[in-house]
């Protein structure tokens, strides 16, 4: 039975900055076999996490459930403040369609709409109650076509785009949402290295907010990792990214925390530098150094 959400007292978190994300004991299993299961994770506003790991280690499965298109077999998921799944409490499909209205999940295929590339923006914003014609809904759609190298192709059927241009136009939708929470599944897979400059270009504006990645002072291909770390005191609408990636490059160029993630286990979680030069686990140093054997 939905009994709704339940709503966390801010002061429960000891009157910081109280986490975007929380989760505890959270467990999925298909076909009685337990493919994840979390003890604990905590995210907090404007991080951008890289989650690593061999493939079939639970990453893809923590993204569904973060983005709440699958239910948890336990434990506890606490999203934006509010209870979603656990003790008791869960939300009913009105929260629950509230809730991912506040963030964008972009898959590893793209899937675009059969309408023109700004059409497929346009629809997006409508879906989530904005007008699409207003100026401000123009402005967005303009400035997320260029933060992803798409300006020049608004007009063109989304149909006709190549491969790595309909990745950037799943990131562009997800941009010009100004969601608070966006999930990322390899969203560089199998692309060349052009359309990965630009497909991380439109990813670091949804970390840094819209209009402040490619074309507003931020190099696609930077030269140092200070250019990567967002101002604390800088825009308060860009999102807290969670990104799944194969590319130990990319989680190191992009990336504030690395999380990595062995058979279903999260078996580290460590600021990017500390993850890479320092890391407890010995399973992910072996994978690390390319020794793990999966």
Not at 47 to 70: C, D, H, N, Q, Y
Not at 96 to 120: E, H, I, K, M
Not at 143 to 171: T, W
């Given at each position: 039975m939905d009994t709704g959400a339940v709503q966390r007292d801010p002061a429960e978190a000891g009157g910081g900055q109280p986490p975007l994300l929380e989760a505890s004991g959270?467990?999925?299993?298909?076909?009685?076999?337990?493919?994840?299961?979390?003890?604990?994770?905590?995210?907090?506003?404007?991080?951008?996490?890289?989650?690593?790991?061999?493939?079939?280690?639970?990453?893809?499965?923590?993204?569904?459930?973060?983005?709440?298109?699958?239910?948890?077999?336990?434990?506890?998921?606490?999203?934006?403040?509010?209870?979603?799944?656990?003790?008791?409490?869960?939300?009913?499909?009105?929260?629950?369609?509230?809730?991912?209205?506040?963030?964008?999940?972009?898959?590893?295929?793209?899937?675009?709409?059969?309408?023109?590339?700004?059409?497929?923006?346009?629809?997006?914003?409508?879906?989530?109650?904005?007008?699409?014609?207003?100026?401000?809904?123009?402005?967005?759609?303009?400035?997320?076509?260029?933060?992803?190298?798409?300006?020049?192709?608004?007009?063109?059927?989304?149909?006709?785009?190549?491969?790595?241009?309909?990745?950037?136009?799943?990131?562009?939708?997800?941009?010009?949402?100004?969601?608070?929470?966006?999930?990322?599944?390899?969203?560089?897979?199998?692309?060349?290295?052009?359309?990965?400059?630009l497909v991380e270009a439109g990813v670091r504006s949804l970390w840094l907010g819209l209009g402040r990645g490619r074309g507003q002072g931020l190099d696609p291909h930077p030269g140092g990792e200070q250019e990567l770390r967002p101002n604390p005191c800088g825009d308060p609408g860009g999102a807290t990214v969670i990104m799944v990636t194969h590319n130990l490059f990319q989680a190191r160029r992009l990336a504030t925390r690395v999380l990595f993630f062995w058979d279903g286990q999260l078996v580290e979680d460590q600021p990017v530098d500390q993850f890479f030069t320092a890391a407890r686990d010995p399973r992910t140093q072996a994978f690390l150094q390319g020794k793990a054997v999966f």
């Open positions: 959270l467990k999925m299993v298909y076909g009685g076999r337990t493919v994840l299961a979390v003890q604990r994770l905590a995210v907090r506003p404007r991080e951008f996490i890289a989650v690593v790991g061999p493939s079939g280690a639970g990453k893809s499965t923590l993204l569904r459930l973060l983005a709440l298109v699958e239910k948890p077999a336990a434990g506890e998921l606490w999203l934006f403040g509010r209870k979603v799944w656990g003790g008791g409490a869960r939300a009913g499909e009105k929260e629950l369609l509230q809730l991912r209205r506040r963030l964008a999940l972009v898959l590893q295929t793209p899937v675009p709409f059969r309408t023109s590339v700004w059409g497929n923006l346009a629809r997006v914003l409508g879906w989530h109650g904005q007008a699409p014609g207003a100026p401000e809904s123009r402005r967005r759609i303009r400035q997320a076509l260029q933060a992803v190298g798409l300006a020049d192709k608004a007009q063109q059927a989304a149909a006709s785009l190549s491969g790595g241009e309909a990745q950037r136009l799943a990131v562009a939708r997800a941009l010009v949402l100004q969601p608070q929470l966006a999930l990322l599944d390899e969203p560089t897979a199998n692309l060349d290295p052009g359309n990965v400059a």
